[in-house]
């Protein structure tokens, strides 16, 4: 998942904000309560109607405001959404509701316009819940040693997921079902050749097909390898960092 933009209104302590985020890393610098905390609540917000400082929504509405939106644009496997939240305070009663888009070359498509729909989509087009945002992507001040703290299948289930392991995993098998069906074909042909000439053209699509299975096979073969590299070298990095953290206990 890639953030594209961010547009605040009314949020925290943002009047009005709008912000591109550039390829790359991004660093927020400023001095306590200049509002960088904000920027990341206000994500959190718009993925997940939640907040990192335990408040209630009318919190997150800028004092002396009665309306906040926020506006989040992300990518995904080369697909661009958009995700809307408004929070409505009216008298002692405070309101939310929430949209998510589809941005595509001939506009916005609404894909959920509740935030109970919103909710329910979030997770399933990024990939990510909100449990494993908040516990490695959106790590809070102070929570780092969260991820360490987790158990060891916890833990690998959770890098599992963010490097793409499980989903190479499962194209693996998946391609390998796909390669088992076509030579089963392959077979049947072969022993039909000699009673259908015709076959012959089928019999080369089959074995294009297959060829073409298994390089994608290797290239996944490769990808899953790259991966599980990427998995030891965290676990390497986490076990230094637990033991610097056992030495200033």
């Known amino acids: 998942m890639l953030l594209k933009r961010l547009k605040l209104k009314n949020f925290i302590s943002y009047k009005e904000l709008d912000l591109e985020f550039p390829q790359g890393s991004i660093v927020f610098i400023g001095e306590n309560g200049a509002g960088k905390s904000s920027i990341l609540d206000a994500i959190l917000f718009a993925l997940y109607k939640e907040n990192s400082r335990g408040r209630g929504l009318q919190d997150l509405v800028k004092r002396g405001e009665r309306y906040s939106r926020v506006e989040l644009v992300f990518?995904?496997?080369?697909?661009?959404?958009k995700v809307v939240r408004e929070i409505l305070i009216e008298g002692k009663r405070v309101q939310s509701n929430a949209r998510l888009y589809e941005i595509c070359e001939k506009g916005e498509v609404a894909l959920a316009t509740r935030s109970s729909d919103v909710d329910f989509l979030i997770p399933r087009k990024t990939g990510i819940d909100k449990n494993i945002f908040m516990?490695?992507?959106?790590?809070?001040?102070?929570?780092?040693?969260?991820?360490?703290?987790?158990?060891?299948?916890?833990?690998?289930?959770?890098?599992?997921?963010?490097?793409?392991?499980?989903?190479?995993?499962?194209?693996?098998?998946?391609?390998r079902e796909v390669l088992a069906h076509y030579e089963k074909i392959l077979r049947k042909i072969e022993g039909s050749l000699g009673i259908k000439p015709t076959i012959e053209k089928e019999y080369q699509n089959v074995c294009r097909e297959i060829e073409k299975i298994k390089k994608d096979i290797i290239s996944t073969e490769r990808d899953l390898i790259l991966k599980k590299e990427d998995f030891k070298r965290l676990e390497a990095e986490k076990k230094m960092l637990e033991e610097k953290r056992s030495r200033y206990q």
């Not at 990518?75 to 959404?81: A, L, R």
Request: overall charge neutral; cysteine-free; glycine content about 4%.
């Open 135 to 175: 516990t490695s992507i959106y790590v809070r001040q102070g929570e780092i040693a969260k991820l360490i703290e987790l158990r060891p299948a916890e833990r690998k289930q959770i890098i599992s997921k963010l490097l793409g392991i499980d989903d190479l995993e499962r194209a693996y098998v998946n391609m």
């Open 75 to 81: 990518n995904v496997d080369n697909k661009e959404y």
